[in-house]
C-alpha cells in the first residue's frame, strides 16, 4: 500500500466517521421533518401542540423523545413559559439553522426522486 492509499483510506475513515456522527444527530424519521419545521417557523410562537399538529403522524411521546436529543444537541432550545398555562416553546438555534442546507437539499432531491418514481 502506497502512502497515497494511506491518506485515501484516512480521509475516507474519517468521512464515514462523520458521516455517522451526523446519522446519529440527525437520523429517523422525525428529527429533520422537525428541524425544518421550527426553521420554517421560527417567527411564530413553536409550542409543544403547535409542533405535533404541524407534524402529521408523529406521537406526542415521540416527539417529547426527539425535541430532548434535538436540545442535547444544541439544534433546539426549550423554554418553559409560566403562566395560566404554563407553555413550552421550542426555538431553532443559531447552530440548528445550519441544518436548513441539509434539509432542503432533501426536499429538492426528494422531489425529484417523487417525480422520477411516479411519473409526476
Known amino acids: 500500500m502506497t502512502n497515497n492509499d494511506n491518506t485515501l483510506n484516512a480521509s475516507c475513515s474519517e468521512n464515514l466517521l462523520a458521516l455517522r ?8 424519521k422525525w428529527k429533520l421533518q422537525i428541524l425544518h419545521y421550527l426553521v420554517v417557523n421560527e417567527k411564530e ?17 415521540m416527539l417529547s423523545k426527539e425535541l430532548k436529543e434535538l436540545e442535547q444537541n444544541q439544534l433546539v432550545t426549550r423554554e ?11 426555538t431553532i438555534t443559531e447552530y440548528g439553522k445550519t441544518s436548513k442546507e441539509i434539509t432542503d437539499t432533501l426536499v429538492d432531491w426528494g422531489k425529484k426522486h417523487r417525480k422520477r418514481i411516479l411519473g409526476k
Open 21 to 28: 456522527d451526523t446519522i446519529e444527530t440527525l437520523g429517523g
Open 45 to 61: 410562537k413553536n409550542t409543544f401542540k403547535k409542533i405535533e399538529r404541524g407534524l402529521p403522524g408523529i406521537s406526542a411521546k
Open 80 to 90: 418553559v413559559i409560566i403562566g395560566k398555562p404554563t407553555t413550552v416553546e421550542y
